[in-house]
């Protein structure tokens, strides 16, 4: 019983004058390498046009992660400009987009357009939360439909 409770003992010790590093892992221990920055959607295309709705296509990306990425779709008259460009809150590009599968090539649809008009779209890849803790990838090359 004496071995075990100075073994505990040796234990306890070896172990609370451990250092951790910043990320709380004991220093020396291997941490493998950083993530990286998601990944850049270069294919995003009008897949099909109704009078007041859009559908794109793209092939999903890694988040930087190993992980599908999560998306943020934006759109605007032409030309776009991203930080005035609204984002997509109707349809199922509604901001974010889940991703499923790295390589997948998937759609979805932004409803509610205003028929004749001229608009251009971009998307661009992230992981985490938007207006939290997000890492974005670069923006997208522009889609654009007009009358």
Do not use: K
């Not at 992980?67 to 809150?89: E, H, K, M, Q």
């Amino acid at each position: 019983m004496h071995r075990r409770l100075a073994a505990l003992i040796v234990g306890l010790a070896a172990l609370t004058s451990c250092q951790l590093d910043q990320g709380g892992r004991a220093a020396g221990s291997p941490a493998g390498p950083p993530p990286g920055s998601p990944g850049t959607i270069t294919d995003l295309a009008v897949a099909a046009v109704t009078p007041d709705s859009v559908t794109l296509a793209f092939t999903e990306v890694d988040d930087g992660t190993g992980r599908s990425a999560r998306y943020d779709f934006r759109y605007s008259v032409a030309p776009i400009s991203w930080g005035s460009a609204l984002p997509v809150t109707r349809g199922s590009c509604a901001t974010p987009v889940p991703g499923t599968r790295i390589g997948a090539h998937r759609s979805c649809t932004v409803v509610g357009l205003t028929p004749g008009t001229s608009y251009q779209f971009q998307v661009v890849a992230f992981r985490g939360t938007l207006n939290r803790d997000a890492v974005f990838g670069e923006l997208s090359n522009v889609a654009e439909v007009g009358p």
